[in-house]
């Protein structure tokens, strides 16, 4: 399986594993790479845009895991959540609106602390 490695800044590196049943949000990732963005942080979350875009999925939800990566698609972007954001009801992730769950990050998501306003973040295909 082909998983997403993501480098935030010079210094965060992480591998992003997709779910497993290659939903039409993960096959147009996988099909967008490698692209480059500028992260932005709400909350306990980093996001950033993406060159495609994916209709609201079923299985959409807004209740987010620590680790846990989504697609935003009223905002074209990608969003990996570490900890609460300015909606959640306590110490839970939480999106703005219901996500796309993509899949997983495999770092550390304390890590992601350190993402600031701006930097820039590039993800290529691995396998």
């Known amino acids: 399986m082909t998983t997403i490695r993501t480098y935030i800044g010079k210094s965060i590196v992480s591998n992003i594993i997709p779910r497993d049943d290659s939903t039409p949000t993960v096959r147009a990732l996988l099909s967008s790479l490698p692209f480059e963005a500028r992260v932005h942080r709400w909350g306990d979350e980093i996001y950033f845009?993406?060159?495609?875009?994916?209709?609201?999925?079923?299985?959409?939800?807004?209740?987010?895991?620590?680790?846990?990566?989504?697609?935003?698609?009223?905002?074209?972007?990608?969003?990996?959540?570490?900890?609460?954001?300015?909606?959640?009801?306590?110490?839970?992730?939480?999106?703005?609106?219901?996500?796309?769950i993509v899949g997983r990050i495999d770092a550390a998501p304390e890590a992601l602390r350190s993402a600031a306003e701006g930097m820039p973040v590039r993800l290529t295909a691995s396998t």
């Not at 495609?52 to 905002?75: K, Q």
Request: proline share 13%; with cysteine; hydrophobic share 35%.
């Open 49 to 100: 845009e993406t060159p495609f875009h994916s209709d609201l999925e079923p299985d959409a939800r807004a209740e987010m895991s620590i680790a846990e990566v989504a697609f935003w698609p009223e905002g074209d972007a990608l969003a990996i959540f570490f900890g609460p954001t300015p909606v959640s009801r306590e110490s839970e992730p939480r999106a703005y609106s219901p996500c796309n």
